[in-house]
């Protein structure tokens, strides 16, 4: 498995899997995100040429939980339609094949 590149200085190799889930994991504790190891804090934005979330160390917790959780689904959401358009399409071709 390919391991995932760091937003900080930790030297651990996390495969995107396990990322993933201690990401989730400590959003869902703590309501930010931050490193399994060294509990650094991270900034979570999205980018949308890359279709991917993009992060950064923060000093500390961001803001409100709610506040980065609604402006990070504004950003994602013109890119989620697109993805179930796209679904929806190839779903209809082969439906009519």
């Known amino acids: 498995k390919r391991s995932v590149s760091l937003p900080c200085d930790c030297k651990i190799n996390y495969c ?14 703590r309501g ?3 490193c ?5 804090f991270f900034e979570v934005d ?13 000093r500390q917790a961001a803001g409100a939980e709610s506040d980065w959780k609604s ?8 890119t ?4 179930l358009e796209q679904y929806r399409d190839r779903l ?4 009519a094949a």
């Open 36 to 40: 399994p190891s060294c509990r650094g």
């Open 32 to 34: 930010a995100a931050q």
């Open 71 to 78: 402006k990070l689904r504004g950003k994602m959401r013109s």
């Open 80 to 83: 989620q339609i697109h993805l």
């Open 46 to 58: 999205f980018d949308p040429d890359s279709g991917k979330l993009v992060f950064t160390l923060h």
């Open 16 to 29: 995107a899997s396990c990322w993933d889930r201690a990401l989730a994991m400590s959003v869902t504790v």
């Open 92 to 95: 209809a071709a082969a439906e």
